[in-house]
C-alpha cells in the first residue's frame, strides 16, 4: 500500500528518468553506456548531456529508484573505474506504472481519435 | 576543451561536482572524442548551455530541501525564532523610520530645480544671531536690496495671511500666501494647469490654488480655470493649478495670490510684513551673497538711520529653515537608533551563538554522516537569511507604522510634506547590516563543525570553548552599553520634560475651549460692525449651560506671540524699540477670568472702556517692573502707537505675566487693551479673532452649540482652529514628547534586549557548567554560594558596560545640552537611575539561571559524562 502510493507520487516521470530506466531495465550500465543506450533506443533522436544525465541519475538515486552496485561488474568491456547503476526493485515498479500510464493514456486517445472518426 | 568543461562544471553545488564531475568529465570526453572537429564545438555549447540549466535545477533542489529544513527546525526552536524575527523587526524597524525622518528633514533636497541656490531674505538683528526670519520686511526695505544686490538672480516678495473661504459647504479659513509675480516662476516649478501671475496689475483678482484645494474644492475639474472662488467676501478667478507636492513657503498654504505694491507702501520703512525668496546667481556662492547683502544693509542703516539702524539681515538657505532644537533632536535620533542598530546587532549575534552551541552536537553528527562542509554552511546560511529577512520583513511594518510617531519632528517651516515615507534605501541598509550580523554569526557553528566534528562527539556536551564564551562576553558588554547611553539619554530628557511642563505657563488650561472667527475685511472695516458681532456671540455663548465666562482676544498665548510694538514712557528715554518690545492683544472683558490669568491689582478691561472713555490698559507684572519698578503701576501712564495713531494710555491694572512664546522662550512684558477702544483704521491682524470660553461639561456639545450662535450671528462666518488650551499647551511641548517617546521607546527595548542578552549567556554558562556545579554540590558546596557565583558572573559582565556606557552617555549629553533645558548632562540623578536599572536588569537576568544552577541535581549532572 505505502510502496503504491510513493509510486503514485512520482509519476508522472521526466522524459530523461524514464529512458535511463529503460536502459538500466536491461542490466547494470555505465553512464555514457546510459547515453549510448538512449541514442540507440531513440535511433539518435535523444541524447542526453551530461548533466542532464548526471542531475537526473541523483534524483533517482535520491528517490530509491536506481543503485550503485557494492561490487563493480568485472570481464571484458568493463572498465572498473566507472562508475555503474542498476535499477532497483522499486526503480522496476515505478517505470512499469509510468509505462502503464503511458499506454492508458494511449489508448484514451485511439478511442477519442476512432470515435471522431466514426461521426465524421 | 576538456580542461574547459571541467571548469565550467564549477556552476554546479561543491557537493554535486564532487560525486559526479570526474563521471561527466570522462562521458564528456567519449563524446568529444566520438565526435568531428565541426561536432565537437557544437557538443560543447550544447553541453554548456545544459549544464547551466542543470546546474540551477541543482542548486534549485537543495534550496527547497534547506528551506524545508530550515522550516522544521525553526519551528522546532520556536522561541528562539521568534525572538530573532522580533529584534530584528525592532531594530530594523525603528532605525529606518529614525532615518527616514532626519534624511526627510535634514539631507534631501526640497522639490524645486537646483534647489541648493534658492535662499529667503527677511529682517534680523544688526548683530546677527537668531535662525530662521527673525522680523519681515518691509516693502522699501525689500525693494532697495532686491536694486541694490547683484549676487541674486531675481528676488520676489510674499506676505502671509489666512482668508475665509466661501461657498461650496461650510466656510473654511485657509493659509495663503500672497506672492510678487517673480516668486513662483523663480521657484522654478510650473503650474499643472493654467498659468501664474504676470507682472503688472492685471493679476489682482486672480488665484492660483494648491492641487489639495483643487481636489477638495473643485473635485479635480480639469475645467477649474476661469471659475470664481469668494475670499474674504471678494471674488477671485482661478488662473492656475500648482501641482502635488509643491509647497511654498510651507505645507499650509493652499492659494497664491498676486502681491504688487502701490507707491504709498514704500513709504514707512517700519511696516514690515513681507518676506524675501531668491535664487543665487550661478558662480555665487551663499557666503558672498550674504557679505553683499549685509553691506546693503549697512548702508541702508546710514541712510535712513531712524528706521534701520538696528536693521540688519536674516538670510539663509530654503533648506535650513528650521529650528536648530529640531535639528539637534533629529542628530540625537540617529545617534539613538544607531545604538539601537548596535544591539539590535549584538543581540542577534548573542542568539545565534546560543543556539550554536546547542546545536553543536547535532552538526558534529551531521558532519560524521558524511555532510561536506560547504552543505552544512549552505544551510546555515539559508537559516540565517531566512531569519534576518522575516525579521527585515516584519521590521518594514513597524517602520511604516513608526513613521507618523515622527512626524512632530518635521519642521513645519520647510516646504515638505507633513511626513516622510519609508526610505526604502535606509531599510535596505538596515536590512543588509542585519543579514551581515545573521550571516557572521550564523557561519560560526560550521566553521567549527568543520573543525572540531569529532571531538564534539568524544567530549559529549561540553564542548564549545572558552573563545566562544568570551565573544559572548563582549556582546553582552555591548548591550548593557549601549542600554546605559539610551537610558541615560531618554532620562536626562526625561527630566528636561518635567521641567519645561513644571513651568507655569501664567494661565490655568483646564476647562477652556477655544476656536477661531476671522472677521473679514472689507466686509468687517467698520469696528461698530465688529463690535456688534462681537457682543452678539459673546452674550449668546455666555448664556449656554455650563459656561462661566467667555471673552475674545487678538491671539492666544503660545500659538500667537503677540504683535510686538514698542512703548515710550514719559520722562523715560526712548531705547530700542525692537529690544524693548511688548506683546500686545486687544481683548473683550472677562479675557483675564476665563483664561485663568491672575488680577493682580486694579480691575480688568471694562464693558465701559469705550472709544469715548479714557484710553486704559491691562498691563502684566513685568511690564510694570520694567518700568516703574518698586512703584504703584496704576494710574500711571505710557505712549503706545497702534497704526498711525499714537495715544496716551493709563494702567487701570496689572496680571500675572503670561509665556506667550512659549513654555521655553523668554516672553516679552505684555499689555491688554480693551478692544472697543481700537482705532477706526486698525489692521484686520489686530482684530480680536479667538474665542476663549471657560466652561465645565462637554465640549463637543458646546462646539456645536457655538457653532449655531456664530451661524445665526452671519452665516458665511468660517469657524477655524477649534482645541482646548490644553491642547495649546500640548502642541508648545509636543516635540519634545515626541522625541521623549521615541526615545523612550528605545531605552525600554535596549533594557528588555539586554537584560534578555543576559538571560540567554547566563543561562547558557550553566548549562554548560552543570557538571562542575554538580561536582560542588557533591562534594558539599553550599548552593547559595553556588548562585552567588552565578551572579557575580552577570555583575561583572554589567560592570564592564556600564563604564564605557556612562562615559559615552556623558559625552552625547553634553551635545545635546542645548535640548536639556538646564539639566546638567552630568545629572547625578539620571546616571545614578540609569545605572541603577541596568545593574537590575542585570539582576534579573540572572535570577532565573541562579536558581537553576541551585537546584541541578548532582547525581543526573554527573551521570551524563
Known amino acids: ?120 | 576543451m576538456i580542461r574547459l568543461y571541467r571548469a565550467l562544471l564549477h556552476v554546479y553545488p561543491k557537493s554535486f561536482r564532487v560525486e559526479y564531475g570526474d563521471e561527466m568529465v570522462a562521458v564528456f570526453g567519449h563524446a568529444y572524442a566520438d565526435a568531428t572537429p565541426l561536432g565537437r564545438i557544437r557538443l560543447f555549447l550544447t553541453a554548456a548551455g545544459d549544464d547551466v540549466l542543470n546546474a540551477l535545477a541543482v542548486h534549485w533542489g537543495i534550496l527547497v530541501q534547506d528551506l524545508r529544513y530550515t522550516a522544521r527546525t525553526l519551528n522546532r526552536a520556536r522561541g528562539f525564532a521568534l525572538t530573532a524575527i522580533l529584534v530584528t523587526a525592532l531594530g530594523v524597524g525603528a532605525n529606518t523610520a529614525a532615518f527616514s525622518v532626519a534624511d526627510f528633514v535634514l539631507l534631501r533636497p526640497l522639490a524645486f530645480p537646483d534647489p541648493d541656490t534658492l535662499v529667503r531674505l527677511c529682517e534680523g538683528p544688526r548683530t546677527g544671531g537668531g535662525w530662521g526670519c527673525m522680523n519681515q520686511l518691509s516693502p522699501a526695505n525689500y525693494r532697495d536690496f532686491k536694486t541694490m544686490s547683484s549676487s541674486l538672480e531675481d528676488m520676489g516678495a510674499f506676505a502671509s495671511d489666512a482668508v475665509n473661504l466661501v461657498g461650496g459647504g461650510e466656510p473654511q479659513r485657509l493659509a495663503i500666501t500672497p506672492v510678487t509675480f517673480e516668486v513662483l516662476p523663480l521657484l522654478g516649478v510650473k503650474p499643472a494647469l493654467g498659468r501664474v501671475f504676470e507682472s503688472g496689475d492685471g493679476d489682482r483678482n486672480a488665484v492660483v490654488i494648491s492641487q489639495g484645494l483643487w481636489n477638495s474644492q473643485f473635485g479635480g475639474d480639469r475645467a477649474v480655470l476661469g471659475r470664481t472662488v469668494n475670499l474674504n467676501g471678494a471674488t477671485y478667478t482661478v488662473i492656475g493649478v500648482m501641482p502635488g507636492g509643491f509647497y511654498f513657503p510651507t505645507r499650509e498654504t493652499q492659494l497664491w495670490t498676486a502681491l504688487a505694491f502701490r507707491q504709498e507702501d514704500f513709504a514707512n520703512r517700519t511696516a514690515s510684513y513681507i518676506e524675501a525668496v531668491g535664487r543665487l546667481k550661478q558662480g555665487v556662492t551663499f557666503e558672498q551673497a550674504r557679505a553683499e547683502l549685509e553691506l546693503i544693509a549697512d548702508r541702508l542703516a546710514r541712510e535712513y538711520p531712524q528706521t534701520n539702524e538696528e536693521t540688519g539681515i536674516s538670510f539663509f538657505r530654503m533648506r535650513d529653515y528650521m529650528s536648530p532644537r529640531i535639528r539637534l533632536m533629529l542628530i540625537a535620533l540617529g545617534g539613538a537608533s544607531l545604538c539601537l542598530l548596535l544591539l539590535t546587532c549584538a543581540n542577534l549575534a548573542n542568539l545565534l551563538l546560543a543556539r550554536a552551541a546547542a546545536r553543536e552536537r547535532e552538526l558534529a553528527v551531521r558532519a560524521a554522516l558524511g555532510a561536506g562542509r560547504e552543505r552544512l554552511m549552505r544551510q546555515l546560511i539559508t537559516e540565517s537569511v531566512i531569519l534576518t529577512l522575516l525579521g527585515g520583513t516584519a521590521g518594514v511594518v513597524v517602520a511604516a507604522s513608526a513613521v507618523p510617531l515622527f512626524s512632530s519632528l518635521v519642521p513645519p517651516t520647510l516646504p515638505i510634506a507633513s511626513q516622510p515615507g519609508v526610505d526604502l534605501r535606509v531599510l535596505a541598509l538596515a536590512v543588509l547590516f542585519t543579514v551581515l550580523t545573521g550571516l557572521g554569526f550564523g557561519l560560526l557553528p560550521a566553521v567549527r563543525a568543520g573543525r572540531t566534528e569529532f571531538a564534539a562527539l568524544r567530549e559529549g556536551n561540553r564542548a564549545g570553548g572558552g573563545a566562544r564564551q568570551r565573544v559572548r562576553a563582549v556582546l553582552v558588554t555591548v548591550e548593557v552599553a549601549m542600554s546605559v547611553i539610551l537610558l541615560t539619554t531618554s532620562g536626562l530628557l526625561i527630566r528636561a520634560v518635567s521641567r519645561v511642563q513644571d513651568i507655569n505657563p501664567g494661565f490655568a488650561p483646564q476647562n477652556v475651549l477655544t476656536l477661531r472667527t476671522a472677521l473679514p475685511r472689507p466686509k468687517y472695516d467698520s469696528p461698530l460692525r465688529r463690535g456688534q458681532f462681537y457682543e452678539r456671540v459673546l452674550s449668546e455663548v455666555r448664556a449656554l449651560p455650563g459656561v462661566q465666562s467667555a471673552a475674545f482676544t487678538t491671539g492666544l498665548p503660545m500659538a500667537v506671540p503677540g504683535l510686538i510694538t514698542g512703548v515710550e514712557i514719559p520722562g523715560r528715554e526712548v531705547r530700542s524699540g525692537r529690544s524693548e518690545g511688548v506683546s500686545h492683544r486687544w481683548v473683550t472683558p472677562q479675557y483675564f477670568r476665563t483664561m485663568g490669568i491672575p488680577l493682580h491689582r486694579g480691575r480688568d478691561v471694562a464693558h465701559g472702556d469705550t472709544g469715548d472713555s479714557a484710553s486704559v490698559a491691562v498691563v502684566s507684572a513685568s511690564f510694570a517692573e520694567r518700568y516703574w519698578p518698586g512703584q504703584d503701576p496704576i494710574g500711571k501712564t505710557f505712549l503706545h502707537r497702534v497704526a498711525r495713531v499714537r495715544e496716551t494710555r493709563t494702567v487701570a491694572g496689572v496680571v500675572g505675566d503670561v509665556k506667550v512664546r512659549g513654555l521655553e522662550r523668554n516672553s516679552e512684558p505684555q499689555i491688554y487693551l480693551p478692544a472697543r477702544q481700537a482705532p477706526e483704521e486698525s489692521p484686520a491682524t489686530f482684530d480680536p479673532k479667538d474665542l476663549v470660553i471657560r466652561h465645565s461639561g462637554r465640549t463637543d456639545a458646546l462646539v456645536t452649540a457655538v457653532r449655531q450662535i456664530v451661524r445665526a450671528a452671519d452665516p458665511e462666518q468660517p469657524i477655524s482652529d477649534v482645541r482646548t488650551m490644553d491642547e495649546v499647551l500640548a502642541r508648545d511641548t509636543a516635540t519634545r514628547r515626541g522625541q521623549l517617546h521615541v526615545l523612550g521607546a528605545f531605552a525600554v527595548v535596549a533594557v528588555l534586549l539586554s537584560g534578555v542578552g543576559i538571560y540567554g549567556l547566563l543561562a547558557y554558562a550553566v548549562s554548560q557548567r552543570s557538571q562542575e556545579i554538580g561536582v560542588r554540590l557533591a562534594l558539599g558546596a553550599e548552593p547559595s554560594r553556588v548562585s552567588r557565583m552565578i551572579f557575580a558572573d552577570g555583575m561583572r559582565l554589567a560592570l564592564f558596560g556600564l563604564v564605557p556606557g556612562i562615559l559615552v552617555a556623558y559625552l552625547a549629553a553634553r551635545g545635546m545640552s542645548a535640548l536639556l533645558f538646564g539639566i546638567s548632562p552630568g545629572d547625578p540623578a539620571t546616571f545614578g537611575t540609569a545605572a541603577a536599572v541596568a545593574l537590575l536588569m542585570t539582576f534579573a537576568g540572572s535570577l532565573v539561571p541562579a536558581l537553576r544552577a541551585v537546584r541541578v541535581s548532582p547525581m543526573s549532572a554527573l551521570r551524563t559524562e
Open chain 1, 1 to 120: 500500500m505505502r510502496e503504491d502510493e510513493n509510486v503514485e507520487a512520482l509519476l508522472p516521470l521526466p522524459l530523461a528518468a524514464f529512458h535511463i530506466l529503460i536502459a538500466l531495465s536491461a542490466g547494470e550500465c555505465h553512464g555514457y553506456g546510459i547515453i549510448l543506450d538512449v541514442e540507440a533506443r531513440t535511433s539518435g533522436a535523444l541524447r542526453l548531456s551530461p548533466g542532464t544525465l548526471y542531475r537526473t541519475i541523483e534524483r533517482l538515486l535520491e528517490d530509491g529508484l536506481i543503485e550503485e552496485p557494492r561490487k563493480k561488474p568485472s570481464g571484458p568491456g568493463n572498465d572498473p573505474r566507472r562508475r555503474y547503476y542498476r535499477i532497483t526493485p522499486f526503480g522496476t515498479a515505478v517505470a512499469h506504472a509510468e509505462t502503464r500510464r503511458l499506454a492508458d493514456l494511449v489508448r484514451l486517445a485511439r478511442h477519442a481519435w476512432r470515435a471522431a472518426g466514426e461521426s465524421s
